[in-house]
């Protein structure tokens, strides 16, 4: 069982950068492969990027690679969405989300989801 806790989100410029926070329960934080997930409105929840157990392996959609990272922080039961070089494009509620670290792109994957945090960027 995990709960999670998005900040950080707001406004920004194009070619601005923002960093999303994302703050899990528990004493098993470990466990879980980290994602987001964004969707913009009219849109179909996308996927951004993962990060596993671990921290040692990284996946990011092609739209986003490059400009984002996502670094976690387990000591802190934090995973964190850098996102640089942004566009307007990129503007959704972004989610965070936990699971098992089996697969990491489809919705599915996940078992534990954040409210979601609104990302506007400004052309």
């Known amino acids: 069982q995990v709960q999670l806790v998005e900040s950080g989100g707001g406004l920004v410029q194009a070619g601005g950068s923002l960093r999303l926070s994302c703050a899990a329960s528990?004493?098993?934080?470990?466990?879980?492969?980290m994602a987001w997930f964004r969707q913009a409105p009219g849109k179909e929840r996308e996927f951004v990027a993962a990060?596993?157990?671990?921290?040692?392996?990284?996946y990011y959609a092609d739209s986003v690679k490059g400009r984002f990272t996502i670094p976690r922080d387990n000591a802190k039961n934090m995973v964190y969405l850098q996102m640089n070089s942004l566009k307007p494009e990129d503007t959704a509620v972004y989610l965070c989300?936990?699971?098992?670290?089996?697969?990491?792109?489809?919705?599915?994957?996940?078992?534990?989801w954040g409210q979601g945090t609104q990302v506007t960027v400004s052309s």
């Open positions: 528990g004493r098993t934080f470990s466990s879980y492969a």
């Open positions: 990060v596993s157990r671990s921290g040692g392996s990284a």
């Open positions: 989300a936990a699971g098992r670290g089996l697969a990491y792109i489809r919705r599915s994957d996940y078992d534990y």
